[in-house]
């Protein structure tokens, strides 16, 4: 079941939960309201049957999808692509993710510039708005699958905050905030 947070602001080890103290949770709306993100519960009998996830993707309009797991390693290929994911950044599509087994963090920039945790585990589905600041890492456990959710074939690029603030999906990301959260 999920779980979201408002995150610490100590820097290290980010597989450690970085809850403040006390602990400032909040709901799946407050999520969104802050956000946009969306988040969906999914069963867990859905969650181990191809034909129950084929009816999400499509009753959600996810045509596109790829599987992603993520097992501990210690080769510099995956602390390279950890570091990647772990890099703040957006994407001009929405970054949507269901955890079929494993865990992780998503971390979300809200529009105060606070980091949202989420600690998604089996059965867990957000949906990200394109020009939304995130990045993700492995809780302790070190190990992740997850269904990768596109409505469009994927352009898959990541934009890291540093190298453009002024991304048109940045633009559109924060009218849409304005408007319509
Ligand atoms: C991405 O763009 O793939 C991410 O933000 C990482 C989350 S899924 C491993
Ligand atoms: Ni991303």
């Known amino acids: 079941m999920v779980k979201i947070w408002l995150r610490d602001s100590d820097e290290s080890n980010p597989s450690l939960p970085h809850q ?3 602990p400032i949770f909040l709901s799946t709306d407050e999520l969104f309201q802050r956000t946009g993100v969306k988040y969906i519960q999914v069963s867990d009998d859905a969650c181990g049957d191809e034909n129950q996830l084929k009816d999400l993707r499509l009753k959600h309009g996810y045509e596109h999808y790829d599987w992603l797991e993520i097992i501990p390693d210690t080769t510099e290929k995956h602390a390279k692509r950890m570091a990647r994911f772990y890099e703040e950044h957006l994407h001009e599509d929405p970054e949507i993710r269901l955890i079929t087994s494993g865990n992780g963090y998503f971390e979300i920039r809200d529009t105060e510039e606070k980091w949202i945790r989420i600690h998604m585990t089996r059965g867990d589905l957000i949906d990200l708005p394109p ?3 995130h990045r993700f890492t492995l809780d302790t456990n070190g190990y992740i699958k997850m ?12 934009v890291n905050r540093c190298e453009n603030d002024a991304h048109p999906a940045r633009i559109r990301y924060e009218q849409f905030m304005k408007e319509a959260v």
Not at 147 to 158: G, M, Q, T
């Open 20 to 22: 403040t103290s006390p």
């Open 131 to 133: 020009g939304i600041y």
């Open 147 to 158: 269904l990768r959710l596109f409505s469009e074939i994927p352009k898959w690029s990541a």
